[in-house]
C-alpha cells in the first residue's frame, strides 16, 4: 500500500477547470470536441505524467522544471511528451474565448505592427504555420529576443525549451478539429483565429 508521501506526489499535477462552459465555443469548437480534448485528451497527459513521475527524481517538480528536465533524453521521452502537453493544452484553452478574434489590445497591436507588419500579415502567418505543420502539432505566436514571431512545433514539442516566451497557441492534432471539421484543418484554423482567438491572453503573456 502507498504510503501518504507516495499518495501526494501521485496526485501533483491536475486537470485545471476549462475557463469557460463546455458549450462556450460552440459552433467553431463543439461542446462534443471539448468534452474528448479537456475531458479525455488533456486529463489523460495529466494522469500518465502522474503515474509516469511518481517515486522518481522528477516527482516534484513543477510542469515548467519538469518539461525544462527532460527535453531531449531519449530516456525520459515518455515524461516529456505528457508533461509537455500538459502545459501545451493548459495554454491552448486560454488562447481561445468565446467571442474572440477581432483586434488585439493597442499594446500588442503595435508590437505586431513592429514585427508583422500589419495583423493581416501575423494572422496569416499563425494560418500557414497551424496548416502547414506535417502531423500533429501546434502554431505560436511568441516573443523571441524582443520580437514577435510565429513558430510551429511537432507533437508535443513546445517553444519554452527554445528560449522563447510562447503568448498564444492552436492545437493542430487532428483530435482538436475532426469531430467538427473532419480533415479540414484550414477551415478549423481560420475559424479558430477569427471568432476564438483570445488575443487579451497574449497581450497578458507580453506584459
Ligand atoms: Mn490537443
Request: with cysteine; aromatic share 10%.
Amino acid at each position: 500500500m502507498a504510503d501518504t508521501a507516495t499518495i501526494e506526489k501521485a496526485v501533483r499535477h491536475v486537470l485545471p477547470p476549462l475557463p469557460y462552459a463546455t458549450t462556450a465555443l460552440d459552433p467553431v469548437v463543439s461542446a462534443n470536441t471539448i468534452g474528448f480534448h479537456h475531458g479525455k485528451h488533456h486529463k489523460g497527459y495529466v494522469d500518465t505524467l502522474n503515474k509516469l513521475v511518481a517515486g522518481t527524481q522528477f516527482a516534484d517538480l513543477s510542469l515548467e522544471k519538469l518539461i525544462g528536465a527532460t527535453v531531449d533524453k531519449a530516456d525520459d521521452v515518455a515524461i516529456f511528451n505528457n508533461a509537455a502537453q500538459a502545459w501545451n493544452h493548459s495554454f491552448y484553452w486560454r488562447s481561445l474565448r468565446p467571442k474572440g478574434g477581432g483586434k488585439p489590445p493597442a499594446a500588442l497591436q503595435q508590437r505586431i505592427e513592429a514585427s508583422f507588419g500589419t495583423l493581416d500579415a501575423c494572422r496569416k502567418e499563425l494560418a500557414t504555420a497551424a496548416t502547414t505543420q506535417f502531423g500533429s502539432g501546434w502554431a505560436w505566436l511568441v516573443l523571441d529576443a524582443g520580437e514577435l514571431k510565429v513558430v510551429k512545433t511537432a507533437d508535443a514539442e513546445t517553444p519554452l525549451t527554445r528560449g522563447m516566451k510562447p503568448l498564444l497557441t492552436i492545437d493542430v492534432w487532428e483530435h482538436a478539429y475532426y469531430l467538427d471539421y473532419q480533415n479540414g484543418r484550414a477551415d478549423y484554423v481560420n475559424a479558430v483565429l477569427d471568432k476564438l482567438i483570445n488575443w487579451g491572453f497574449a497581450a497578458e503573456n507580453l506584459a
